[in-house]
């Protein structure tokens, strides 16, 4: 498994932890890091995309919610929306292109949630993908 990959499934469990606790964001992650373990570049990934996905929570939800038709935010699996979160801080924020964004979001929704997850995954995050693909 490749760090970086390695380094979005730590990012994905801190968000799942924040969410679920709502812990200050820096404490948590030095909780966190007691416990796992990766090396240097992993951890600085990790916690770039956990801390930039906590930051824009709000207007990454409002996009969501836009489009995730018939699915109101607070039914999806927590997993899976925080999956979300991450990939669309991704996509939006970073230069990772949005074919690989994709397919790690796709990766962990089969790791931690499911095959239907994934594919339902792959619908909302396209939609974000080509929506933002036409306001360029």
């Not at 970086?4 to 994905?12: D, G, H, N, S, T």
């Not at 956990?50 to 996009?63: I, N, P, S």
Request: proline letters at 1%; aromatic letters at 8%; a neutral charge.
């Amino acid at each position: 498994m490749s760090r970086r990959r390695k380094a979005r499934e730590f990012a994905l469990q801190m968000l799942f932890r924040w969410e679920m606790n709502r812990e200050e964001p820096a404490a948590l992650q030095a909780s966190f890091w007691q416990s796992a373990r990766a090396a240097r570049d992993t951890r600085e990934f990790a916690n770039q995309l956990f801390a930039g996905a906590v930051a824009h929570a709000a207007e990454t939800d409002a996009l969501l919610a836009q489009h995730s038709e018939h699915w109101r935010l607070e039914r999806m699996a927590a997993v899976d929306r925080n999956i979300l979160r991450l990939a669309v801080y991704e996509l939006r924020c970073t230069s990772t292109p949005a074919a690989v964004v994709i397919n790690e979001a796709l990766e962990l929704a089969k790791k931690f949630s499911s095959e239907e997850s994934a594919a339902f995954l792959n619908g909302i995050l396209d939609a974000i993908h080509k929506a933002a693909a036409d306001t360029r």
